[in-house]
C-alpha cells in the first residue's frame, strides 16, 4: 500500500470512528434530555428550519409520514412541539416548536462542548480553517448524492 493509500485508509477509518463516536454523544445527550438519541436530533431539525408541515419534516428526516407522526406525538406529549392547521389549507399540519422550552432542556447538555468546539475551531490557522470548510462541503456532497441516489432505486 503506497503512502497516500495508508492515509486515506486511515482518515476513512477517523471518518468512521466520527461518526460512530457522534452517534454515541447524541444518544447519551438524547437520554439526558428525556428522549433517544434520533429524536433529540430530530428536533434539532425542527429548531434549526422553525416552524413547518408534517411532509416538509418528513421530506427533510427522510422518514415516512406515518413516522413523522408518532415523532411528532412524542415531542408533543413532551411539550417541545405543538400541531395548528395550516389557515390556507385545512388539510396540512405545521408542526410549531416549544423553542423556548427545547433550549431550556438542550442548551445545558451542550454549553460545554460547544465551548470546547469553539476553542478547537480557535486553535486552527485561517488557512486550516478554510480547509475543513472545503472538507465538508465536498463530503457534505457527497453524502446528499448518496441520499439522493440511493431514494431514487
Known amino acids: 500500500m503506497s ?11 477517523l471518518s ?5 463516536t457522534s452517534i454515541q454523544m447524541h444518544e447519551t445527550i438524547g437520554r439526558k434530555a428525556g428522549l433517544s438519541g434520533t429524536d433529540h ?3 434539532g431539525f425542527i429548531i434549526q428550519k422553525g416552524q413547518m408541515t408534517a411532509g416538509e ?14 415523532l411528532v406525538d412524542r415531542f408533543e406529549k413532551k411539550d417541545l412541539v405543538r400541531r395548528e392547521l395550516d ?3 385545512r388539510r396540512k399540519i405545521i408542526i410549531i416548536p416549544n ?4 433550549t431550556s432542556i438542550l442548551e445545558p447538555l451542550y454549553r460545554e462542548f460547544q465551548s ?12 486550516e480553517l478554510k480547509l475543513l ?7 457534505l456532497k457527497l453524502m446528499d448524492d448518496t441520499i439522493n441516489n440511493l431514494n431514487a432505486i
Do not use: P, W
Not at 468512521?16 to 460512530?20: E, G, I, S, T, V
Open 3 to 13: 503512502y497516500k493509500e495508508q492515509q486515506i485508509y486511515k482518515l476513512r477509518r
Open 16 to 20: 468512521q470512528k466520527y461518526a460512530y
Open 41 to 43: 436530533k430530530y428536533l
Open 57 to 70: 419534516l418528513a421530506i427533510l428526516t427522510g422518514l415516512t409520514t406515518g413516522a413523522v407522526t408518532s
Open 87 to 89: 389557515k390556507n389549507d
Open 99 to 102: 423553542t423556548k422550552k427545547i
Open 116 to 127: 470546547d468546539t469553539d476553542n478547537l475551531m480557535a486553535s486552527f490557522t485561517s488557512e
Open 133 to 139: 470548510e472545503t472538507y465538508f462541503q465536498k463530503y
